[in-house]
RNA sequence: GCCCCCAUCGUCCAGCGGCCUAGGACGCCGCCCUUUCAAGGCGGCAACACGGGUUCGAAUCCCGUUGGGGGUGCCA
């Protein structure tokens, strides 16, 4: 069982200790029986799977329905325990009395999807997709002095592209500004909330006077500031007790009242802040299960306290995702790291691998198969076998990743992924040429790349290594690598080029032909063929190393490639 | 400083008290295959942070130490 969660704690702040038992106990059942099942086998990566994966998964036209009445309540989140040897996948219904599981992701607009980010996005999708609940986008955009319209648009495109469709929203924050403020209003109304008119240096300053943890004291505690310039409005956290909450991925998670201070929830500028805007929300959003990353984790009690003070019975269940770290072990950051989802696509990483390769950040398939089609993670991701520690962004694991899947892609398919990387390049111009016939015509661009695509194919991890690899079809004449030319073209590559040149003239022109030339070539000079092709190789394509030389020569015709052998004759 | 979280090969994951002489994957090294380079095949190196407990038995449970990280904003 994936999904549902037996979720919903009731509320228990002052003080209450829970036993972890709930949740654990029926973590341990559920492990239990997972053991016990069948190891499913491994399906080859080819077209089947490709169908059955996320391409299958269409993106729905994100139509934002309308929220729930505000206050009209949450659904009560609590699983049915169901009799145990119940159907096959779980003791546990998948059903949450009275509603679906929803999830939510969302991310602040920052004008790009980061890594982080798209990780936590997919395992919400994950988990929804995995127990028919929904997956709603919103953009936490409160601060309205950092957020443009048009920072989200690239978020969204990356989700797209990652093929992370979501069935509601996106919702903007901002535009339920009057909610929040409401809120806010009724919280004041109910003295659970103060004015507050301390500017952040008196703050500082009387933190630093008593010398105690910085933050807020309560200064404006029963000062009954009224509304006006700089006033924000903080949340009154209680004095006594703690709030406590049990987390899917850590188990319970305790913090003292004592060190949640009484926070902002409101700008003075009237704007909500995040901690308000999230948990009210969440609330009207009917969310039952938040999955973010840890870094949220402290914020959590805030939530949970604004929830309460708003008359929440109910508790969604939470699970905090490990952070993504880079090699210094520190969180994954815009600054320091490539972060950017965008990037990779750049990069030439196929969505499929991204995908892939996150979800294995942070989790495990339980039969250890880890490159798989999306179809297959759904089913098999369950949230409590998320593990707790950190994990490294490993750019050298996702590119192995990548590999395989370019590797998979019908021939037809990785022509067309590969050729927009080819069309940036400036000696891409189209050409559709002739065609190979045994006579040695020549095939031009892209046509000529197409016929040479399955060899390449195998040959690059990443689309972005196509173009160096195929330059020579495009080019009238092939770059040199210097360092290339001077290994290869030493003695006896005079006479090797000459004898080459020679029997090509007249060889037919296939592949084979043209291997057996040139290995009757080497033989005559005492040279193995791996000698022997390393000139012509060079002359053609400029590089030591590149796609198998005999195909190549086929594909790029007679005349250009007679041509090319004697410009590098004479260079000699 | 304070609060919270975390700790198995370099990296990601497995391990749920005996099946562990700790398994898989990436990377690395070697060999094979081979027209270069890949891919593929075979093999190898490589980890339970430390110290106490609990137990017949601990990588697994508990406590502590150390180390790392996150948070501590009128950012999210």
Same mark, same amino acid.
């Given at each position: 069982?994936?999904?549902?969660?037996? @979720?919903?704690?009731?509320?228990? @702040?002052?003080?209450?200790?829970?036993?972890?038992?709930?949740?654990?106990?029926? $973590? =341990?059942?559920?492990?239990?029986?997972?053991?016990?099942?069948?190891?499913?086998?491994?399906?080859? /990566?080819?077209?089947?799977?490709?169908?059955?994966?996320?391409?299958?998964?269409?993106?729905?036209?994100?139509?934002? /329905?309308?929220?729930?009445?505000?206050?009209?309540?949450?659904?009560?989140?609590?699983?049915?325990?169901?009799? /145990?040897?119940?159907?096959?996948?779980?003791?546990?219904?998948?059903?949450?009395?009275?509603?679906?599981?929803?999830?939510?992701?969302?991310?602040?607009?920052?004008?790009?999807?980061?890594?982080?980010?798209?990780?936590?996005?997919?395992?919400?999708?994950?988990?929804?997709?995995?127990?028919?609940?929904?997956?709603?986008?919103?953009?936490?955009? $409160?601060?309205?002095?950092?957020?443009?319209?048009?920072?989200?648009?690239?978020?969204?495109?990356?989700?797209?592209?990652?093929?992370?469709?979501?069935?509601?929203?996106?919702?903007?924050?901002?535009?339920?500004?009057?909610?929040?403020?409401?809120?806010?209003?009724?919280?004041?109304?109910?003295?659970?909330?103060?004015?507050?008119?301390?500017?952040?240096?008196?703050?500082?300053?009387?933190?630093?006077?008593?010398?105690?943890?910085?933050?807020?004291?309560?200064?404006?505690?029963?000062?009954?500031?009224?509304?006006?310039?700089?006033?924000?409005?903080?949340?009154?956290?209680?004095?006594?007790?703690?709030? =406590?909450?049990?987390?899917?991925?850590?188990?319970?998670?305790?913090?003292?009242?004592?060190?949640?201070?009484?926070?902002?929830?409101?700008?003075?500028?009237?704007?909500?802040?995040?901690?308000?805007?999230?948990?009210?929300?969440?609330?009207?959003?009917?969310? @039952?299960?938040?999955?973010?990353?840890?870094?949220?984790?402290?914020?959590?009690?805030?939530?949970?306290?604004?929830?309460?003070?708003?008359?929440?019975?109910?508790?969604?269940?939470?699970?905090?995702?490990?952070?993504?770290?880079?090699?210094?072990?520190?969180?994954?950051?815009?600054?320091?790291?490539?972060?950017?989802?965008?990037?990779?696509?750049?990069?030439?990483?196929?969505?499929?691998?991204?995908?892939?390769?996150?979800?294995?950040?942070?989790?495990?398939?339980?039969?250890?198969?880890?490159?798989?089609?999306?179809?297959?993670?759904?089913?098999?991701?369950?949230?409590?076998?998320?593990?707790?520690?950190?994990?490294?962004?490993?750019?050298?694991?996702? #590119?192995?990743?990548?590999?395989?899947?370019?590797?998979?892609? /019908?021939?037809?398919?990785?022509?067309?992924?590969?050729?927009?990387?080819?069309?940036?390049?400036?000696?891409?111009?189209?050409?559709?040429?002739?065609?190979?016939?045994?006579?040695?015509?020549? +095939?031009?661009?892209?046509?000529?790349?197409?016929?040479?695509?399955?060899?390449?194919?195998?040959?690059?991890? @990443?689309?972005?290594?196509?173009?160096?690899?195929?330059?020579?079809?495009?080019?009238?004449?092939?770059?040199?690598?210097?360092?290339?030319?001077?290994?290869?073209?030493?003695?006896?590559?005079?006479?090797?080029?000459?004898?080459?040149?020679?029997?090509?003239? #007249?060889?037919?022109?296939?592949?084979?032909?043209? +291997?057996?030339?040139?290995?009757?070539?080497?033989?005559?000079?005492?040279?193995?063929?791996?000698?022997?092709?390393?000139?012509?190789?060079?002359?053609? #394509?400029?590089?030591?190393?590149?796609?198998?030389?005999?195909?190549?020569?086929?594909?790029?015709?007679?005349?250009?490639?007679?041509?090319?052998?004697?410009?590098?004759?004479?260079?000699?």
């Amino acid at each position: 069982m994936r999904c549902p969660h037996p @979720t919903a704690q009731k509320g228990q @702040t002052e003080g209450t200790t829970r036993s972890a038992s709930s949740v654990r106990g029926w $973590t =341990s059942s559920v492990r239990a029986e997972r053991a016990a099942a069948p190891r499913p086998r491994w399906s080859p /990566p080819g077209r089947s799977w490709r169908a059955t994966g996320h391409d299958r998964i269409s993106v729905r036209s994100p139509t934002p /329905p309308p929220l729930p009445v505000p206050g009209a309540g949450l659904a009560p989140l609590v699983a049915d325990r169901q009799v /145990p040897g119940g159907n096959r996948s779980g003791r546990y219904s998948r059903r949450v009395s009275g509603a679906t599981p929803r999830v939510r992701f969302s991310p602040a607009p920052t004008g790009y999807l980061h890594v982080g980010g798209a990780r936590t996005a997919l395992f919400n999708w994950l988990f929804a997709r995995g127990c028919g609940g929904s997956f709603l986008l919103r953009i936490e955009d $409160t601060d309205v002095e950092r957020s443009r319209p048009e920072l989200v648009l690239a978020i969204l495109d990356s989700l797209r592209w990652l093929g992370l469709d979501w069935d509601e929203g996106p919702v903007h924050q901002s535009d339920r500004a009057e909610r929040h403020r409401e809120v806010v209003a009724q919280l004041l109304a109910a003295g659970a909330a103060y004015r507050c008119d301390c500017s952040q240096d008196q703050v500082r300053a009387r933190a630093e006077e008593r010398g105690g943890p910085p933050g807020y004291d309560g200064w404006c505690r029963d000062r009954e500031v009224g509304p006006g310039e700089g006033v924000v409005v903080r949340f009154r956290t209680p004095d006594e007790g703690r709030t =406590s909450f049990e987390d899917v991925v850590r188990g319970e998670v305790s913090f003292d009242h004592k060190v949640v201070e009484d926070f902002v929830i409101q700008r003075s500028s009237g704007a909500p802040m995040f901690v308000l805007a999230n948990a009210v929300d969440d609330l009207d959003m009917a969310i @039952t299960h938040v999955i973010r990353g840890e870094d949220l984790l402290s914020a959590t009690p805030k939530v949970l306290l604004v929830r309460e003070a708003l008359g929440a019975s109910e508790r969604p269940v939470f699970a905090h995702l490990p952070i993504l770290v880079n090699d210094k072990r520190q969180k994954l950051s815009k600054r320091r790291d490539d972060v950017a989802v965008g990037d990779y696509r750049e990069r030439g990483y196929l969505p499929e691998a991204m995908v892939n390769y996150l979800a294995l950040l942070g989790w495990g398939p339980p039969d250890g198969i880890e490159i798989r089609p999306l179809g297959e993670i759904v089913e098999r991701f369950r949230l409590e076998d998320v593990n707790q520690a950190p994990a490294f962004f490993d750019v050298e694991k996702l #590119t192995h990743v990548n590999g395989v899947y370019l590797r998979s892609l /019908p021939s037809s398919s990785f022509v067309g992924a590969a050729r927009p990387f080819l069309e940036r390049e400036p000696w891409a111009s189209g050409g559709d040429g002739g065609d190979v016939d045994g006579n040695g015509e020549a +095939l031009e661009g892209f046509e000529a790349f197409a016929r040479l695509a399955p060899l390449v194919q195998e040959r690059v991890a @990443t689309l972005a290594e196509v173009p160096g690899m195929v330059d020579f079809l495009f080019l009238d004449e092939p770059v040199v690598d210097q360092g290339s030319w001077d290994k290869a073209m030493k003695p006896p590559a005079d006479e090797i080029l000459d004898a080459t040149l020679a029997a090509y003239e #007249t060889a037919p022109w296939t592949s084979a032909a043209l +291997l057996a030339s040139l290995r009757a070539v080497g033989e005559e000079l005492g040279l193995s063929l791996r000698k022997a092709q390393a000139p012509v190789r060079v002359a053609l #394509t400029g590089r030591s190393v590149g796609p198998p030389l005999f195909e190549s020569l086929e594909v790029l015709g007679r005349e250009r490639s007679l041509a090319r052998l004697r410009a590098a004759r004479e260079r000699l």
